[in-house]
């Protein structure tokens, strides 16, 4: 299960802190039903700890629908980066996602 790799998001106003820090966030979109997010799960702590310069946030499709709403995320898993108030790179489709492509949109984060 994701969560244990990663802090989950727990309320708006924590969200809000997330998306005004000046580390990179990468908000984790998914659900516990979904195939592709655990199709994911074998390799995504490997990556977390190879961009552990990162922030990582479990985010809860069913718990957090307006949030995936609000930011655009319909198809999951999806990855959304933010620093400083700003998303800086997007990793958002219903396709089923290779751990080559998650760690080439993380490698993209570092400018």
Known sequence: MMKEWM???SDLRQLEEIKASDAVNVLVFSANWCPDCR???PFLPKLIERY???HFWYIDRDE???VCIDHGVMGIPSFIAL???QEIARFVSKNRKTEA???A???SLQG
């Open 101 to 103: 492509e998650i760690d």
């Open 105 to 107: 949109f993380l490698r």
């Open 7 to 9: 802090k989950e998001l």
């Open 64 to 66: 957090w629908m307006q």
């Open 52 to 54: 552990s310069d990162y």
């Open 39 to 41: 199709f994911i799960e």
């Open 83 to 85: 620093k400083s108030g």
